[in-house]
């Protein structure tokens, strides 16, 4: 399918509306099942390394068009540490042909940001997205019968341990389904 014209202000536009839409926002008064996220659209990212691909779902936010991600230590973590190109799929959920939705693919280039290598630039992104408060609630049941010490330890251990994705992209492919199930796509590419 060609890509169509369309002026590059527009599309940049269109494709921030969409990221806003579908990225993770914090929940400042999460219920008893909240985690402190308001979840929306998960993330698809697909990394690899030595022709083993490996895709993982995840919870993303966003600054403009740089996606961030916290992650844990796994495959795709040692993956993008030895190839850090990384492509992305962000789609509408759920599926409903009676309106238009829309897609987004991206590919780029990854990088890992931890408290080791850049603590300033880590603490900032995960005080701005309360990943503190979302790990107490994500690790309650480990904590109970914890003393506060044990506690703030654990907490402060499982935060060092994540890892801050930080993708670049590269190019971006933005896709809409209509109800008549005509669909157009839009090409973004980096200048």
Not at 115 to 126: G, L
Not at 133 to 151: F, W
């Amino acid at each position: 399918m060609p890509y169509t014209p369309i002026r590059r202000d527009a599309l940049e536009k269109e494709i921030l509306s969409f990221l806003e839409s579908t990225c993770g926002t914090v929940d400042l008064h999460p219920g008893p099942q909240g985690c402190g996220i308001r979840h929306r659209t998960s993330l698809v990212l697909a990394t690899s390394y030595n022709d083993q691909p490996r895709a993982t779902p995840l919870e993303f936010f966003h600054e403009g068009f740089t996606i961030y991600i916290f992650g844990e230590p796994g495959g795709k973590i040692a993956n993008l540490k030895r190839n850090p190109k990384v492509s992305a799929a962000i789609y509408e959920q759920p599926l409903d042909h009676s309106k238009k939705q829309r897609s987004l693919q991206l590919w780029g280039k990854a990088q890992l940001i931890t408290i080791r290598n850049d603590e300033k630039t880590y603490r900032e992104k995960a005080a701005l997205w309360h990943i503190e408060e979302v790990a107490k609630k994500i690790m309650s049941p480990l904590l109970k019968g914890l003393s506060p010490e044990e506690r703030a330890k654990t907490i402060e251990k499982m935060i060092n341990a994540l890892n801050l994705i930080r993708i670049d992209p590269i190019r971006m492919v933005l896709r809409t389904y209509n109800p008549d199930f005509s669909s157009l796509q839009y090409e973004w590419k980096k200048k």
